[in-house]
């Protein structure tokens, strides 16, 4: 019985301590850019859902030498299923 108790107070104590240990992850600040490292797309709104393009746009996508910006990963893909159908003329 004394072993019981012996094991069950070790376990517990395992466990409060691998339940207080928290990863210590720093995190990067967002960088400041300047205008200079800005990309210019081609187009000045998303042509799928005409959200106005922003500079720091993830999901791109070159047509004819031409960047276009795009506000999520749907759009981009819809836009390269039929790219002609959206570029603006």
């Known amino acids: 019985m004394k072993s019981k108790i012996i094991l069950t107070t070790l376990l517990s104590v395992s466990l409060m301590a691998c339940a207080q240990e928290t ?10 850019s300047s205008t200079s490292d800005k990309v210019r797309f081609a187009n000045a709104e998303d042509p799928i859902c005409h959200m106005k393009t922003e500079a720091d746009m993830k999901d791109t996508a070159i047509y004819k030498n031409k960047t276009y910006g795009f506000c999520s990963t749907y759009c981009k893909d819809e836009f390269k299923k039929n790219p002609e159908k959206y570029v603006q003329k």
Do not use: D, L, T
């Open 23 to 32: 990863p210590k992850v720093k995190h990067k600040k967002k960088s400041v």
